[in-house]
């Protein structure tokens, strides 16, 4: 079963967190390889994560990630 782009872009946080199932790792795997775009789409994320990674380095305060945990489970999708 074919793959569209806008499936692989979303999926691409779960793959980049290695959370992904098995199944879900190869078939990006393998879309990434085919599809340019994609992989353009997958190398920028990975470098803001690894800038995210270097610039974040300070202990988030217990409150503020409750305050962000909230906003994120009140938000309407």
Same mark, same amino acid.
């Given at each position: 079963?074919?793959? =569209?782009?806008?499936?692989?872009?979303?999926?691409?946080?779960?793959?980049?967190?290695?959370?992904?199932?098995?199944?879900? #790792?190869?078939?990006?795997? @393998?879309?990434?390889?085919?599809? $340019?775009?994609?992989?353009?789409?997958?190398?920028?994320? =990975?470098?803001?994560?690894?800038? @995210?990674? #270097?610039?974040?380095?300070?202990? @988030?305060?217990? =409150?503020?990630? @409750? #305050?962000?945990? #909230?906003?994120?489970?009140?938000?309407? $999708?």
């Amino acid at each position: 079963m074919a793959h =569209s782009c806008d499936d692989i872009c979303r999926d691409l946080h779960l793959y980049l967190d290695g959370e992904a199932t098995v199944t879900s #790792r190869t078939v990006i795997t @393998v879309h990434l390889e085919d599809c $340019p775009s994609c992989a353009e789409a997958f190398h920028f994320e =990975s470098q803001v994560r690894m800038v @995210v990674a #270097r610039c974040c380095c300070e202990p @988030v305060p217990d =409150s503020l990630r @409750v #305050r962000v945990l #909230r906003a994120i489970y009140t938000a309407d $999708p």
